[in-house]
């Protein structure tokens, strides 16, 4: 089971920890066939499917979008949309990961070895994309833009 990351762990490492068991479970044989069975079923039950994403990854997407939410509050990712940024690496952990066990296919993260590379990977190239402190998106901007301003204006 998946639990709550510490928000004094920096995000490199409580990232990774949860990314690294999210893939090992998302890896397993059986969590496949439950989805797989979860998803046919959800087809003439939608509650079905409601139900299945409250228990299960409704539950990771909190435990992600609550940790981006303290990690933006206490300055160190400059996050605009917490749940947004949560699903993207959500779906880069598991998209591909999923796809290819749903359809039958060996997943590329069947060692130990592999899961954890492909998390730690995935954590790494996800902080890449979001700003480090309180000096994000938006302020970077105004920068720039103020920079251009002042080097026309010479």
Request: hydrophobic share 45%.
């Amino acid at each position: 089971m998946i639990g709550p990351l510490s928000p004094d762990r920096e995000p490199l490492e409580a990232l990774t920890i949860f990314a690294t068991q999210l893939v090992a479970m998302m890896s397993m044989p059986d969590t496949q066939k439950l989805h797989r069975l979860v998803i046919a079923g959800s087809i003439e039950s939608p509650e079905l499917g409601r139900l299945f994403w409250e228990a299960g990854p409704g539950r990771g997407f909190k435990i992600i979008a609550t940790y981006l939410e303290q990690q933006k509050v206490i300055g160190k990712l400059a996050i605009d949309d917490v749940n947004r940024d949560a699903g993207m690496l959500i779906g880069m952990l598991v998209g591909g990961i999923a796809l290819r066990l749903n359809l039958g296919t060996p997943a590329m993260t069947q060692t130990v070895e592999e899961q954890e590379a492909w998390a730690s990977q995935t954590v790494r190239q996800f902080l890449r994309l979001i700003p480090r402190g309180c000096y994000g998106f938006h302020a970077r901007a105004l920068h720039m833009r103020v920079t251009m301003m002042e080097a026309k204006a010479m």
